[in-house]
């Protein structure tokens, strides 16, 4: 990982998602680099994984169900009748195949950056949790206090956007991945 390598990919992210996705990837980029500075993790993974975190968000859904098929990516009921859940399988796909990232890590962290996932890495948690408080997100209760908690101790904060996630899903009518909801029991037990 360069940071040449991140100058491209931030080219590339600006050339293909749309003004406000990419004014969040940067966001998420430079908020999971100041996590990953505080917890002692690779920041130029953490600014990789997250210019690329959404970089299938700006696809349609049918072009997201076809990659998955075309490339035998599996998908379970809940992703197939929600495609926009896809993004995150179907951009660590990307991210493999066309930028050529062969770090595991980053991956992992593109891959589950919309449900988590019971034992994430740091990484993982830092780019999950980026996501929700990167300085262009208005919307989520909690948020100044979720963004302190976040640079206080990883795993408060992401039991509290899980928390509030599925509070605020069950309030839509929209189906909840079964991982999002297994992630939050992992980690609320986990804390403990
Ligand atoms: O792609 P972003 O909008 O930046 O962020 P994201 O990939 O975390 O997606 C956020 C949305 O995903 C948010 O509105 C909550 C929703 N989400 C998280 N878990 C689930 C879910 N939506 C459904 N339908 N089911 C889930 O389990
Ligand atoms: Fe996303
Ligand atoms: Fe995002």
Known sequence: MKSADIKKIRKSMEKNLDHKRFEHTLGVAYTAAALAMRYEVDILKAQTAGLLHDCAKCLSDEKRLSIC?????????IEHNNPFLLHAKVGSYIAMKKFQI????????ILNHTTGRPGMSSLEKIIYIADYIEPGRKQAPNLAEIRKLAFQDLDLALVKI????LDYLKTTNTDIDPM????YDYYKEFIK
């Open 69 to 77: 098929e075309k490339h035998n990516i599996q998908m379970n009921e």
């Open 102 to 109: 062969h770090d595991k890590d980053v991956i992992n962290a």
């Open 162 to 165: 899980l928390s509030d996630t």
């Open 180 to 183: 999002t909801q297994q992630t």
